[in-house]
């Protein structure tokens, strides 16, 4: 069996993909702030290496697989701190865990509000400056009403730390394929009030336009992430697969 550690594990996504990992022989080593194999807290440093610490804990110090699919759409600074140095932190402090398994790999749940409207100083600074300097810069969007751009900016950063970290010597190098699959709208905990509120939804099917068989659940994301992370995996890395009805082909148009 191979052993798999999975972010937000406890909700959605992360535990759709857990269940299926179980159900289909791999050992599942879950991370989430609520109840989970390690509780740890990803918005901060500290917390960060406690979910490290615990999962090496567990799995020996090889480890065959990391999704991190834990996330928030807040639109608040915090956002930045759980999607982009949330993920990249655990991502990083798991790599060498990867780097001593047989056929390693790992994945990262994007979005497609990556591909929205951005603050473009919020995602350098993620990818250059550090999570201090981000972070005062998401605070100023706060304070300008621009909140809202703070998930597609974590999602945005995320895909472009991905894209170059996929084929240094530490990922591609080390033999570890790295992907996103970025998702359209999930029915999911996160979801739900969107669902609920009319005009929301409205807003939503606007801007997210799913074509091919309307939302899914999170066990259709979990099938991909499973295959990211497969053995039958062996040769895709720094994409980001756009799993969302349809969505992003609609709006881009046929540019490839
Ligand atoms: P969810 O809210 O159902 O699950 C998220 C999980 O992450 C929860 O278990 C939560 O406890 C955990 N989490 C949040 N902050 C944390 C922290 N600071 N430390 C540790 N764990 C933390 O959400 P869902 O929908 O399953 O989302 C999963 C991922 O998919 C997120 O990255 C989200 O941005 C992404 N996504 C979701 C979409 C959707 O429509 N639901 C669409 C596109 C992307």
């Known amino acids: 069996a191979r052993t798999i550690a999975v972010s937000g594990a406890a909700s959605g996504i992360g535990r759709a993909l857990a269940d299926l990992l179980r159900e289909r022989g791999d050992r599942v080593i879950g991370v989430d702030r609520d109840q989970s194999d390690v509780r740890a807290d990803l918005s901060v440093p500290e917390g960060r290496e406690e979910a490290v610490r615990g999962v090496l804990d567990i799995c020996g110090g090889v480890l065959d697989g990391v999704v991190a699919c834990a996330g928030i759409s807040d639109p608040e600074p915090l956002t930045i701190r759980v999607n982009f140095f949330g993920v990249t932190g655990l ?10 398994a047989p056929a390693p790999r790992a994945a990262v749940v994007g979005s497609i509000s990556g591909t929205q409207p951005v603050d473009r100083a919020v995602v350098a600074a993620c990818l250059e400056a550090g999570e201090e300097e981000a972070l005062r810069l998401a605070r100023e969007a706060v304070a300008r009403d621009r909140g809202g751009r703070l998930y597609p900016s974590s999602k945005s950063a995320l895909a472009r730390w991905l894209r170059a970290a996929a084929v240094t010597p530490d990922w591609a190098g080390a033999g570890i394929p790295l992907n996103a699959i970025a998702p359209g709208v999930v029915r999911t905990p996160m979801t ?18 799913m074509p091919l068989n309307g939302h899914a659940g999170p066990e259709v994301v979990a099938e991909a992430l499973h295959w990211l992370i497969s053995p039958g995996n ?3 890395t720094g994409q980001v697969v756009y799993l969302d009805g349809g969505a992003e082909a609609m709006r881009r148009g046929p540019d490839v």
């Open 192 to 209: 739900a009030p969107l669902f609920e509120d009319e005009t929301m939804r409205k807003i939503m099917d606007q801007a997210v336009p």
């Open 234 to 236: 062996s040769h895709m």
């Open 91 to 100: 991502l990083e402090g798991l790599r060498p865990a990867l780097a001593a």
